[in-house]
């Protein structure tokens, strides 16, 4: 049996009459990206809500996903802890497969720093734990034959330089560089805890008394928000180089777009140059059935021309990125 695992940050999906290009434009352009990627298990990021408080819906996404394999599949989303969904970057599993566990995994179930800013204006008067506002999306699949898919669903926190109070002149310009490195180091923690809580969860799998311990099948996927040689991300793939410990050489992740040439090995453009952001990770037992990586970059724009706005293309600034197994 075939099977292909995706994820694709759709930038901003919404139905904002007052956001150009229109949803109807951005669908002329993505839903044959969606087609091409032939996914049965897909992970997206930033899918945004429509609707009231307490009513919202995901209308943007079945429009684009309308007339298409996806519109059937099995979905999970994140939500808040009120059970509503997000206003905006909810993440979302599709699956031709059911679905029979899901967990969302927020900041407060921890571990997370305290920290008292130095640059803050008024100052900063104690240290607060750090929140970040996406959390894990965790979910089980039903492969057939015996066979369980822990699929991870992750967005992680951007680069972009976190607030510090009284520090910003406007939206984008920063009144002292002390500041904007301030808010860049913390962004980097809330990265790297996020990245910590999805190496818990990968090594609770892994650990799980009832489960298949170091055989089990894990993929984590999303927008990483950091490329392969970053702590963030090493933190979850776990090298033995790194741990200096051969005896947890069965528990590394390992990262699918490593079959793809350095020259094309990008899923995003910044300033002209390619960064890959965007991933698919495996477990040993997943990856004996690789059979390859794709990344569909061949028309990507670069998201930081002069001038840019979120939403100048309508095509996402992001490549979807697809692994595919044979587990026959």
Not at 133 to 153: C, F, K, S
Not at 188 to 198: V, Y
Not at 274 to 281: E, F, K, R, S, Y
């Amino acid at each position: 049996m075939k099977l292909r695992i995706a994820t694709f940050n759709l930038e901003n999906l919404d139905d904002d009459v007052n956001v150009q290009p229109t949803l109807a434009e951005r669908i002329q352009i993505m839903r044959p990206q969606l087609e091409r990627v032939a996914a049965d298990v897909i992970c997206l990021q930033e899918v945004h809500s429509q609707g009231t408080a307490g009513a919202r819906t995901l209308a943007a996404l079945d429009q684009l996903i309308s007339n298409t394999q996806y519109a059937g599949f099995n979905r999970q989303k994140t939500l808040t802890t009120a059970g509503q969904l997000y206003d905006q970057r909810n993440l979302v599993i599709l699956s031709r497969f059911p679905i029979t566990n899901t967990q969302i995994i927020r900041d407060s179930a921890g571990p997370r720093p305290s920290y008292q800013m130095a640059t803050a204006n008024p100052p900063d008067p104690a240290a607060n734990p750090l929140e970040w506002e996406r959390p894990v999306l965790y979910t089980q699949i039903d492969l057939g034959a015996g066979n369980t898919l822990h699929l991870i669903n992750v967005h992680l926190k951007s680069k972009i330089a976190s607030n510090v109070p009284g520090r910003k002149i406007d939206s984008y310009t920063w009144e002292t560089v002390s500041a904007w490195a301030e808010g860049s180091f913390i962004s980097a923690m809330k990265r790297t805890g996020q990245a910590l809580q999805a190496r818990l969860l990968i090594d609770s799998i892994f650990d799980d008394p009832q489960g298949q311990k170091l055989g089990s099948m894990i993929a984590i996927a999303g927008d990483f928000n950091a490329e392969a040689d970053e702590v963030s991300f090493r933190a979850i793939c776990g090298p033995v180089e790194e741990t200096g410990n051969p005896a947890h050489a069965a528990r590394i992740m390992v990262p699918c777009e490593n079959n793809i040439p350095d020259s094309a090995r990008y899923s995003l453009f910044h300033l002209g140059v390619g960064q890959m952001l965007d991933h698919i990770v495996v477990s040993r037992p997943l990856l004996s059935h690789f059979r390859g990586a794709e990344i569909h970059n061949e028309a990507l724009p670069d998201e930081s021309g002069a001038f840019r706005q979120d939403t100048k293309f309508p095509e996402s600034d992001h490549a979807p990125v697809v692994a595919e197994f044979d587990l026959t």
